[in-house]
C-alpha cells in the first residue's frame, strides 16, 4: 500500500522568505505522481504542482516548486519569496496506478503560517 | 474551474437517520471520488467509481455506501449516520492518467457533515 509521511504539523516563516515543507513517500510502483494542494481557511483544495516519477527535472510553478529526490522517495514542496496569502495548509499526495482508479493517497498535511 | 458541485453544502442531522450527498459533475470525467477529511488524519478516500455503475472501496468505507448511475453524478449514502461520521466531505473528479493527464483530482467545495 501507498503511504505519504508529512511530518511537520506546524510550520512558520517571515514574509519574503522560502519555506520547505517536507514530504515523504513509500510506494512499491515504478510509476506514480506526486502532488501538492494548498487549502486555505476557506477550505477549498487548491492543486499547486505535480511531478511524475519519470521526470527528469523537477517540477516549478511560478513561486512553487518541487524538490523531487527519488532515491530518497522525498518530495519537498519550496515556497519561494512567501507571502501572507501563503498562510494554509498543504497537503502532499501521491497518485496511485490506473488500475486502482488513479486515486491519491494524502498526507496529514503541514498548517503554513506567514508572518509579516 | 471544474466544473463540479457537492449538495448539501452543509447538514445536521441526528444519530441513526440516513444521508445522502450528492456530487455532480459536468466534466464528463471517469473517474469520481469521495473523501473525508478530518484533523489529524488529512483526506481519507472512502468510495470512488471508475465508470456508470464501477464503484469500488476506498480505506475507510465502513458505514458508507455510493451508487452512480449516470456519469455526472455519484451519491454518497450513510445508512445510518452515527457521531464518528461527523467530517467535511469532499467529492473529487478526475480524467484519470495518459499523456497529457496527470491524474490530478478537482475538488468541490466540501459538504459539512454534522451528525448529533
Known amino acids: 500500500a501507498q503511504k505519504i509521511t508529512q511530518t511537520q504539523p506546524g510550520m512558520f516563516v517571515q514574509e519574503k522568505e522560502a519555506v520547505t515543507l517536507d514530504c515523504t513517500y513509500d510506494t512499491s510502483d515504478p510509476s506514480y505522481g506526486l502532488f501538492w494542494y494548498k487549502q486555505p481557511s476557506s477550505g477549498e483544495m487548491i492543486f499547486l504542482i505535480y511531478?511524475?516519477?519519470?521526470?527528469?527535472q523537477n517540477a516549478t510553478e511560478g513561486r512553487y516548486s518541487l524538490n523531487f529526490q527519488k532515491a530518497r522517495k522525498s518530495a519537498n514542496l519550496v515556497i519561494s519569496a512567501s507571502q501572507l496569502g501563503d498562510s494554509a495548509m498543504y497537503f502532499c499526495a501521491m497518485r496511485e496506478p490506473e488500475t486502482s482508479g488513479s486515486r491519491l493517497t494524502f498526507g496529514e498535511g503541514t498548517q503554513l503560517t506567514v508572518n509579516p | 474551474d471544474a466544473g463540479i458541485t457537492q449538495s448539501p453544502r452543509h447538514k445536521v442531522t441526528e444519530t441513526g437517520t440516513p444521508v445522502t450527498l450528492r456530487c455532480h459533475q459536468t466534466e464528463n470525467h471517469r473517474y469520481m471520488y469521495w473523501y473525508r477529511q478530518d484533523p489529524g488524519h488529512g483526506l481519507r478516500l472512502i468510495h470512488y467509481?471508475?465508470?456508470?455503475?464501477?464503484?469500488d472501496k476506498g480505506e475507510v468505507s465502513d458505514g458508507y455506501s455510493v451508487s452512480r448511475s449516470k456519469t455526472e453524478d455519484f451519491l454518497l449514502t450513510l445508512e445510518s449516520a452515527t457521531s464518528s461520521q461527523t467530517s467535511v466531505y469532499f467529492c473529487?473528479?478526475?480524467?484519470?492518467?495518459?499523456?497529457?493527464?496527470?491524474?490530478?483530482?478537482?475538488f468541490g467545495e466540501g459538504s459539512r457533515l454534522t451528525v448529533l
Open positions: 467509481s471508475y465508470g456508470v455503475k464501477d464503484t
Open positions: 473529487a473528479i478526475s480524467g484519470g492518467q495518459g499523456r497529457t493527464n496527470t491524474g490530478e483530482l478537482f
Open positions: 511531478q511524475g516519477s519519470y521526470d527528469q
